[in-house]
């Protein structure tokens, strides 16, 4: 059984292209007519470069919840925290535990849609946010 070797590869490998996508998109402007239309925005650019970057981000992010759900299986009976039992159980609706040796791109996927659409913060929030107006409690 491979175990979890491959996804903190791709994790690396993910985060080397946000440092990739963090280069100014300005870099890339070119002058045009003899130096007189040297303005073209590079907006457009910077926006697709900061939109792939979140999503490499969301998948960064659950690689590493997906890691770190794995490894909470190892501690019991140890109980998780209110916040990171309810993410595990979040994610366990969603990915069973490893017992045997499958493709990990189907449960990347899986609790990558659980970062991107909000569900985590939403369960983890739902027990660690006091009352409306009161202070936070963790």
Same mark, same amino acid.
């Given at each position: 059984?491979?175990?979890?070797?491959? &996804?903190?590869?791709?994790?690396?490998? +993910?985060?080397?292209?946000?440092?990739?996508?963090?280069? &100014?998109?300005?870099?890339? =402007?070119?002058?045009?007519?003899?130096? !007189?239309?040297?303005?073209?925005?590079?907006? =457009?650019?910077?926006?697709?470069?900061?939109? !792939?970057?979140?999503?490499?981000? *969301?998948?960064?992010?659950?690689?590493? +919840?997906?890691?770190?759900? *794995?490894?909470? *299986?190892?501690?019991?009976?140890?109980?998780?925290?209110?916040?990171?039992?309810?993410?595990? #159980?979040?994610?366990?609706?969603?990915?069973?535990?490893?017992? /045997?040796?499958?493709?990990?791109?189907?449960?990347?996927?899986?609790? =990558? =849609?659980?970062?991107?659409?909000?569900?985590?913060?939403?369960?983890?929030?739902?027990? /660690?946010?006091?009352? *409306?107006? #009161?202070?936070?409690?963790?």
């Amino acid at each position: 059984m491979s175990g979890f070797m491959i &996804p903190p590869y791709v994790s690396a490998a +993910l985060a080397g292209e946000n440092r990739a996508l963090a280069a &100014p998109a300005s870099v890339h =402007t070119v002058p045009t007519c003899a130096g !007189q239309e040297d303005h073209v925005s590079m907006g =457009t650019t910077a926006a697709i470069q900061a939109r !792939q970057a979140v999503v490499n981000a *969301e998948r960064i992010v659950a690689i590493e +919840l997906l890691c770190a759900a *794995e490894a909470l *299986e190892f501690h019991a009976p140890l109980a998780a925290g209110a916040g990171t039992g309810r993410a595990h #159980a979040a994610i366990r609706e969603r990915v069973a535990p490893r017992d /045997t040796d499958r493709i990990m791109a189907p449960d990347i996927d899986a609790v =990558t =849609t659980l970062v991107a659409d909000g569900t985590l913060s939403r369960v983890v929030a739902d027990v /660690t946010t006091a009352h *409306e107006g #009161a202070p936070r409690v963790d």
